[in-house]
């Protein structure tokens, strides 16, 4: 494998292992659209919408980031269900990070939903204001947070599908009697 590749591959493991860094780049990208905004002298995403128009994509993106938080919850019925020897190893070794991803994209979603409904509630006037950089940064983040679900369901299938097809390959585990029926042995011993 080249540098590159190398390189490559650290950089998605490192993004895998930690969901914060979504919201590090929401933030960041949004800093820089603000920057980019005062320097030149534009006006931000929302400013020259209309307050009818704003409203309708409020409520398409609160209705987008819990659709998509629903798709999170069918990755995790997916995991739960999985039972070859490849996802017990995939449990085994990265569980906590699947965890904390899989938390990661419900509870950003939420939010993201969240800000958009209060964004319904108090964008009332003729330009957005402060609501309308929060929106931004709310669909940066749910953008992220899609990503990172579609990369988990891509290597959740990818997985199952290991074990499935290739079943000699990956022959279910087998967990040994702790104790034979009607002997008092311990396991191991004859």
């Known amino acids: 494998m080249t540098s590159l590749g190398v390189f490559a591959r650290q950089v998605r493991d490192l993004w895998g292992e930690r969901p914060g ?5 929401a933030v960041a990208l949004l800093l820089g659209h603000l920057i980019y905004c005062h320097v030149t002298h534009t006006e931000a995403l929302f400013a020259s919408i209309t307050p009818d128009r704003r409203k309708d994509i409020y409520t ?33 070794r990265f569980g ?10 419900l509870s950003s979603m939420l939010v993201v939903t969240a800000i958009c409904l209060l964004a319904l509630i108090f964008d009332t006037d003729k330009h957005p204001g402060y609501m ?7 669909l940066l983040l ?38 034979r029926p009607g002997t008092g042995n311990r396991p191991g011993l004859s």
Do not use: H, K
Request: hydrophobic share 50%.
């Open 96 to 105: 906590v990070s699947l965890r904390r991803n899989w938390g990661g994209i």
């Open 21 to 25: 860094i979504d919201w590090l780049m």
């Open 60 to 92: 398409t993106a609160a209705s987008a980031s819990a659709l998509i938080g629903g798709f999170g919850t069918a990755a995790i019925s997916q995991y739960a269900t999985a039972s070859g020897r490849r996802m017990l190893e995939l449990r085994r």
């Open 142 to 179: 749910g953008a992220f947070r899609a990503a990172r679900l579609i990369w988990l369901f891509g290597m959740l299938i990818d997985v199952a599908d290991q074990d499935v097809t290739e079943p000699r390959r990956s022959p279910a585990v087998a967990i040994p009697q702790t104790r």
């Open 132 to 138: 309308g950089w929060l929106v931004e940064s709310a």
